[in-house]
T-cell receptor, first 112, second 115 residues
Framework: GNSVTQMEGPVTLSEEAFLTINCTYT??????LFWYVQYPGEGLQLLLK?????DKGSNKGFEATYRKETTSFHLEKGSVQVSDSAVYFC???????????FGSGTRLQVQP | DTEVTQTPKHLVMGMTNKKSLKCEQH?????MYWYKQKAKKPPELMFV???????INESVPSRFSPECPNSSLLNLHLHALQPEDSALYLC??????????????FGPGTRLTVL
C-alpha cells in the first residue's frame, strides 16, 4: 500500500521566515496528493492538493508541486505568520483503496 | 458549502455505556468515512461507506458499529468501549467513491473520553 513520510517536527520559525515542510510518498499507480492543516482542537482542513505530476497546488500563500521523479510534495510558504501555527499533514490517496494515507504530521510554531 | 457537521463535540462515557456519534453532510457526497485520531498522531481510517454501503472496515473491533441510514448521515455506535478508545473521532466525506482525486472534507470531530 501507499506510505507518506514527513519531516519530524516541531518546526519553530520567526514571523516572516520561509517555510519548507518535506513530504515524500511511495505508491503504486498515480496517487493524488494533499496537504491538510489542523489547528488546535479542530478537525482537518484541506490546504491544497495536486492530482497529477507537475501540478502545483496553492492556497493562502502556501504552495506544493507534485514531483513524480523525486516522489515528493514539499510544502512551502514565503513568509509565515503567527496564525499559521498548526499541525500540517501530507496525505495521498491510492487508486485501489480510495482512502487517505497520512504522514505523521509536522507541528509548526511561528513566534512573533 | 463544504461543511461536515459532527455531534456531539465532546463525549464522556463509561465502559458499560452505549452511545452514538453522528455525522451529517449536505453536499451530495456519496462516500463517507470514519477516522480515529489519537493525540499527536495522524488520523487512522476505520470505515468507508460508498453509496450507503460499507466498503472498507479496517479490522475495527466490533464494539464500534457504523451505520449509514441515508446518503447524508453517518453514525458510529459505541458499546463496551475501553479507555484506550479515547480519541478524536473524525468524519469525512467526498463526492464520488470511485475517484481518488476527490477531496475529503472533514468535520470538526468528536472528542471521546472513556472512563
Amino acid at each position: 500500500g501507499n506510505s507518506v513520510t514527513q519531516m519530524e517536527g516541531p518546526v519553530t520559525l520567526s514571523e516572516e521566515a520561509f517555510l519548507t515542510i518535506n513530504c515524500t510518498y511511495t505508491a503504486t499507480g498515480y496517487p493524488s496528493l494533499f496537504w491538510y492543516v489542523q489547528y488546535p482542537g479542530e478537525g482537518l482542513q484541506l490546504l491544497l492538493k495536486a492530482t497529477k505530476a507537475d501540478d502545483k497546488g496553492s492556497n493562502k500563500g502556501f504552495e506544493a508541486t507534485y514531483r513524480k521523479e523525486t516522489t515528493s510534495f514539499h510544502l512551502e510558504k514565503g513568509s509565515v505568520q503567527v496564525s499559521d501555527s498548526a499541525v500540517y499533514f501530507c496525505a495521498s490517496t491510492d487508486t485501489g483503496r480510495r482512502a487517505l494515507t497520512f504522514g505523521s504530521g509536522t507541528r509548526l510554531q511561528v513566534q512573533p | 458549502d463544504t461543511e461536515v457537521t459532527q455531534t456531539p463535540k465532546h463525549l464522556v462515557m463509561g465502559m458499560t455505556n452505549k452511545k452514538s456519534l453522528k455525522c451529517e453532510q449536505h453536499m451530495g457526497h456519496r462516500a463517507m468515512y470514519w477516522y480515529k485520531q489519537k493525540a499527536k498522531k495522524p488520523p487512522e481510517l476505520m470505515f468507508v461507506y460508498s453509496y450507503e454501503k460499507l466498503s472498507i472496515n479496517e479490522s475495527v473491533p466490533s464494539r464500534f458499529s457504523p451505520e449509514c441510514p441515508n446518503s447524508s448521515l453517518l453514525n458510529l455506535h459505541l458499546h463496551a468501549l475501553q479507555p484506550e478508545d479515547s480519541a478524536l473521532y473524525l468524519c469525512a466525506s467526498s463526492l464520488s467513491p470511485g475517484r481518488s482525486t476527490d477531496t475529503q472534507y472533514f468535520g470538526p470531530g468528536t472528542r471521546l473520553t472513556v472512563l
